[in-house]
T-cell receptor, first 114, second 115 residues
Framework: GAGVSQSPSNKVTEKGKDVELRCDPI?????LYWYRQSLGQGLEFLIY????????KSGLPSDRFSAERTGGSVSTLTIQRTQQEDSAVYLC????????????FGPGTRLLVL | GNSVTQMEGPVTLSEEAFLTINCTYT??????LFWYVQYPGEGLQLLLK?????DKGSNKGFEATYRKETTSFHLEKGSVQVSDSAVYFC??????????????FGKGTKLSVIP
């Protein structure tokens, strides 16, 4: 596609529910990144995919967070048993190859946990 | 670890004023430096970048110079416009131990330009 797309754009959920956030990178981009933008923390790195594998999961905040990527394209970030502190904007970015420095960002998913 | 510190906002300027947003960094390696911009209701966009010391990145009238001696990458524009109102993020890019290319961001500076 023309750019990175994310869905849903907004998600409101109740504490304790699971949510799935989707990212569709730019066609042909092999590297994919998830970031979280929250009021108190700024922008923080969560996880990175090179193809379908995630060599670095150190940024995931807890074991309630997981991510997968299939077919070297779409990625899903799943948050289980959501907590209020998970409320944030979740940003996805992609780059052409894994050593490419310029990352292209999607519009984000705004998650609100009540 | 790596970190980025940028001046806190919000910053309010009149149209045609001079803009400086300060950014300093701490890094163990030889990072690349970036300025990203987030316009209201839109996603992050790369504004400019510099990949080594003394490089100057420039775009849309904005510029920033990679200063290794002062570990700084200050953003400047000679004459701001209302359309420059946005949140500006300074970022550092470097490779992690696992080989991924990570961006470390500052907390962002909100700029409002009034006519």
């Amino acid at each position: 596609g023309a750019g990175v797309s994310q869905s849903p754009s907004n998600k409101v959920t109740e504490k304790g529910k699971d949510v799935e956030l989707r990212c569709d990178p730019i066609s042909g981009h092999t590297a994919l990144y998830w970031y979280r933008q929250s009021l108190g923390q700024g922008l923080e790195f969560l996880i990175y995919f090179q193809g379908n594998s995630a060599p670095d999961k150190s940024g995931l905040p807890s074991d309630r967070f997981s991510a997968e990527r299939t077919g070297g394209s779409v990625s899903t970030l799943t948050i289980q048993r959501t907590q209020q502190e998970d409320s944030a904007v979740y940003l996805c970015a992609s780059s052409l190859v894994w050593r490419e420095e310029t990352q292209y960002f999607g519009p984000g998913t705004r998650l609100l946990v009540l | 670890g790596n970190s980025v510190t940028q001046m806190e906002g919000p910053v309010t300027l009149s149209e045609e004023a001079f803009l400086t947003i300060n950014c300093t960094y701490t890094a163990t390696g030889y990072p690349s430096l970036f300025w990203y911009v987030q316009y209201p209701g839109e996603g992050l966009q790369l504004l400019l970048k510099a990949t080594k010391a003394d490089d100057k990145g420039s775009n849309k009238g904005f510029e920033a110079t990679y200063r290794k001696e002062t570990t700084s990458f200050h953003l400047e524009k000679g004459s701001v416009q209302v359309s420059d109102s946005a949140v500006y993020f300074c970022a550092l890019g470097d490779y992690s131990g696992a080989g991924s290319y990570q961006l470390t961001f500052g907390k962002g500076t909100k700029l409002s330009v009034i006519p």
